[in-house]
């Protein structure tokens, strides 16, 4: 496979609506919230990065693998507390992702999806090959490589963090090959020697024409002796269903609410200071999320806009997704350098059914409810196991004076992340007869499938912050990274031609990512930074499409095989930022602008007739954006603000898909110039918060939080690009208000709250299974929701 380039003239329309009448959601939120808007008591630290603090002295982040003020540190970051959290009602990653500007989470539908999710940082999106985001539980990463049938990335549930940090842009240095969009990291709480406490959080809600849920959990901590500290959570959240199963053709309901799902969640640790100065800390956290269904619904069916969601699958679809993380941590203070270890294992085994009867009747028939030969479709389905294995070992030696006239870190990392896939994909025809010319494998199967991935990955890095003059801080680091990769795939079956075949493949190779900074501290409250840095992702090794049964999509290609393997890809950021606490800390403001140049990057081939998909290096890209977020605390008891992402990422030049890069006729264009890359180009968040003593023993509060996503755009284009589907048009812009009332009287605090007040209904994913299927498949935000929380914070 070569890619080659042509270029030509393109002429490119964008239209942008930013603001709907559905904003009026958001002046009824504040002007409810107004009701306590009286000279009232100090507010908590507010927000940070998406919405900043008016009091940043108290927001501390590890952004750069050190305890910083988030308003001096060089970069964008959004911060989320434990207690903003809570107020905001953030109990996911698609919550968090919907109130950061520039962080994007999409759930995939349809049997291409897999029911996968997808997540990027300034668009820097893919849903193929290694991660462009990096998912860090405090030091460990746990992102996942696609590999065969994508699973999409293990994510916690939101219940005893500390902070979630969303660094945007990439993190190479520091963080490695996974960050080449940026990071997300949810840091847990450690034991404490000084302090005991507790933490509690119950919560029961309704959701409009759905089933109730609920939640309990209960964390608590401190020091046992004055050598040993622990700290233990448990939580446990149902999340009721909303769509109806229905017989297609009728509306007939035969199961209600069929999305259920249920979050079990603990974590332990206990620290031990066996001499002065040097702590050990061994901990483990388990997670185990079930669910009963997907939360996509069928288009056209049912009527959202009322609450009714419903979907026509022929075979259930329930999932599991269970992880465990066992970790030691060693941290040891030699006098101004700190000497810090992270050991970890973590280890992940998702299952799940997938419904494949109207993807079966589209391939053979044309249409999602048509008929073929010996149809049986209780016998459509996929049944997929992905297990996932990662142990890592990083030691790094830092300095951690703030007044020295340098700072430094080295650090040495190894992982190796272990990936085994078995995938059953059952005919859709009679048990036993013949399917696509040969039996079915095992009496039922169309293809039976098995993968192992192999990742090794050993880097070393370096970053130091020089201090030439008061104020100014010119940073340089580096990060050398060895990977090699091994991958094997066993697939046997009608679709492979009734027979067996292997592919081996292994890949090395080597990366420098650098950064370069220069950073101005005009005074204490005002910053001004510039940076370079680089990210990557390393190239892997991927199973053939079938030559038969894929014969005519592959020779629309000039090919008579798919690619075995891909290349990595890479980007360089510039940025240019600023963060900035004025008029005494009432307004914080934080901007930053940045282009993006991203090259060879891995992007998917979906082949139309046969349905299936191999990874390419499919040209290279530019992406441009700004991130803003103003936080404003005018008095006492009263703080607004809110936040705005921009990014306009797109191809190049035209990339062709040919094995012969000499030939008169380069093939066809599998990318064209000016396509678009990744989500919408806007996104924003406002929020209000206003705080009123209501006696000496209680405070009330009243918050409004407001997310908004605007219409995806569609570049014009001279040449129509390979499997361009038009009726995937862009998405329709969307927005999301949530309202929360109540009160705190000592460790106690009680509120109630609406979640999607204005019943958002606009789909946030559309899929359909081929290009000519007119069934579609929607997934959108769970209907308004109505609910109690009781907190209690000792």
Known sequence: MNIVFREYTVHRTEGQTLFSCRRIALAAGVAAAALLSQPAMAADAAEAAAAPAADSSDIIVTAQRREQNVLKVPLSVATFSQAKMDTQGIRQIDDIARLTPSLRFTRTSGVTGNNGANISIRNIASDVGAATTAIYIDDTPIQIRSVGYFPGNPYPRVFDLERVEVLRGPQGTLFGAGAEGGAVRFITPQPSFSDFSVYGRTE?????????????????????????????????????????????????VIHKDINSQDTYAVKAAISWRPIDNLTITPGIYYQNIEANGRNQYWEGYGNPSKGDYVTGHTNAEPSSDRFYLPSLKVNYDLGRVQLISNTSYFSRKQHQILDYANYLSTLRSGSPFGTYANKDATNAFADLTNQQRNFIQEVRIQSYNDDSLVDWTVGGY??????????????????????????????????????DANDRQFAGYANVDIKPINGVKITLGGRFTHNKFDFVNFRTGPVNSGKDSTVLNSQKENQFTPKIGVTWQVDNNNMLYASASKGFRPGGAQPIVDPNFCATDLANLKVTTSPTGYKRDSLWSYEVGSKNSLFGGMLIVDANAYLIKWKKLQQAIRLPTCGFTFIGNLGNATGKGFDVSVALKPFRGFQIGGSLGYNHTTIDKDAYFDGDPSDANP??????????????????????????PISTSVDGYARVDYSFTGTGVRSTVPAVPYNYDASLYPLKSSDYVTVRVGA????????????????????LARNHDTITSPLYYDESYRPRTYGLTLQARY
């Open 667 to 692: 093939g066809v264009i599998v990318r064209a110039k000016g396509q678009r890359v990744g989500g919408p180009p806007w996104s924003a968040t406002a929020f209000a918060e206003m705080t009123q």
């Open 414 to 451: 190894y992982s190796r992340t272990k990936q085994h896939l078995i995938y059953y994909s059952a005919s859709g025809r009679i048990p036993g007869v013949i399917s696509s010319g040969y039996p079915q494998y095992l009496g039922r199967y169309n293809l039976f499938e098995l993968i």
């Open 204 to 252: 029961v809600s309704t959701t409009e024409h759905g089933a109730p849920s609920y939640e309990a959990g209960l964390a608590a901590g401190g020091p046992v002796t004055d050598k040993i500290a622990v700290r233990f959570s448990a939580w446990y959240r149902r999340d009721g269903g909303y769509i109806d199963e229905v017989t297609p053709g009728t509306n007939n």
């Open 744 to 763: 705190k009287f000592g460790a106690f605090d009680a509120s109630f709250f609406v979640n999607n007040l204005t019943n958002e209904t606009t789909p």
